[in-house]
């Protein structure tokens, strides 16, 4: 057997054996709680883009809509002066 398993057979008084087994605390700068942090800052970051690119694009919706009505505004103004071209030809064409 090896050393250490003979030393986890030999008799440990309790307070050595939470000496044994304790957590070793570790101050890794590279480790999860950090990385969980960055991941954490690339997401909120991701989220602000995602919502302003929202907003530009339904600001940009808006703009079209208002032009889009305003095209068809023009367009039905256009339709009086059509008919009254149409009524002018028809005279033009019973003077011939």
Request: proline share 4%.
């Amino acid at each position: 057997m090896n050393s250490y398993e003979d030393s986890l057979r030999e008799p440990v008084h309790w307070s050595q054996a939470c000496l044994r087994f304790r957590p070793r605390a570790t101050a890794d700068p590279g480790g999860l709680a950090s990385r969980t942090q960055d991941s954490a800052k690339e997401i909120e970051e991701l989220i602000i883009q995602l919502q302003n690119g929202a907003q530009e694009s339904l600001d940009k919706i808006q703009v079209s809509r208002e032009k889009s009505t305003q095209n068809a505004d023009n367009a039905r103004s256009l339709i009086p002066l059509f008919n009254d071209i149409r009524e002018q030809m028809g005279y033009v064409q019973d003077m011939n």
